[in-house]
């Protein structure tokens, strides 16, 4: 009889073949779809290496691994990901939520304890929610806020409400469907970020194939210069912040200089200043409303 597929022997081939294809991470790849398959965490596969699969196990993560070899990203495949110390669902409706995207949350509860020690219940705006991770987080993140997400996309709006009510943050969060703050044009806030389209359109091509291929073109195209939807939100954030309130926005490589000016060209801002990542790479700019 041939030899059995245990979970170890399918751990090592996946590695080798995930590998061939040119997937960065093959083997932790391997293991968490080997995880998400079996519906075990990780700590389960490494007490059960000598466990064999039967046929019909083995052949639903052989499906898995074909789609990942094909490129499509783990998150798509497995259908969440972690973003706060927190599960989110995600689909290809939604751009998937990237670690260095805490620094806005981080930033943000600092900003508003800072200018709003007093404040028993600061209103937040998230504009472009996607996931709602990022509108999640900051109200876990910040005692008593109120947090609105907004997105221009139904199928984003109808996911993000979804990850609100999983994640237990139904009373704290709102999600609605509209164009930047056309949902929110009578309302102040004392906090507003946004991680919008940053990707200057001539480069959406040259992304690895897991973003080109796969997350929605309009979570990321931030046309010609990446710079469209800056001039659009930076123009019009004062006017939905109160006097002292902040508004960050995360931003790609290279593009710190360009929107901070546009954040000081507004006249509007004060304590203009840019945050890097853990990496070192400049990540967020931020601004204060005057007074």
Request: hydrophobic content about 40%.
């Amino acid at each position: 009889m041939p030899e059995p597929w245990t979970i170890l022997k399918l751990i090592k081939w996946t590695a080798d073949y995930l590998g061939e294809k040119g997937i960065d991470t093959p083997r932790l790849d391997g293991e968490l779809l080997l995880a998400h398959s079996l519906k075990m965490d990780r700590t389960h596969l490494y007490m059960n290496f000598d466990k064999p699969l039967n046929e019909d196990e083995l052949a639903a993560f052989r499906g898995l691994v074909k789609r990942r070899a094909a490129r499509e990203p783990l998150q798509y495949i497995t259908g969440h990901q972690e973003f706060w110390s927190m599960e989110f669902k995600v689909s290809p409706s939604v751009l998937i939520p990237r670690p260095e995207t805490e620094l806005l949350v981080e930033e943000g509860a600092k900003a508003v304890k800072a200018s709003f020690p007093e404040c028993s219940a600061p209103e937040i705006l998230d504009v472009g929610s996607g996931s709602g991770a990022l509108t999640a987080a900051l109200a876990k993140a910040v005692n008593g806020a109120h947090v609105t997400g907004v997105d221009i996309s139904p199928e984003a709006v109808s996911l993000a409400r979804e990850n609100v009510e999983s994640n237990g943050l139904s009373s704290s969060v709102t999600i609605l469907e509209g164009d930047l703050f056309a949902p929110v044009a009578d309302k102040l806030f004392h906090l507003i970020v946004s991680n919008p389209p940053y990707i200057p359109r001539g480069d959406l091509q040259g992304l690895q194939a897991e973003v080109s291929d796969f997350e929605p073109l309009s979570a990321l195209d931030g046309g010609n210069d990446g710079l469209d939807f800056y001039r659009a939100i930076v123009h019009e954030a004062p006017q939905h912040l109160h006097p002292g309130g902040s508004f960050m926005v995360e931003h790609g490589e290279g593009q710190r200089e360009a929107i901070a000016e546009l954040f000081r060209n507004t006249g509007r801002f004060e304590a203009v200043e840019s945050l890097k990542d853990l990496a070192g790479i400049d990540r967020v700019v931020k601004g204060r409303r005057t007074r």
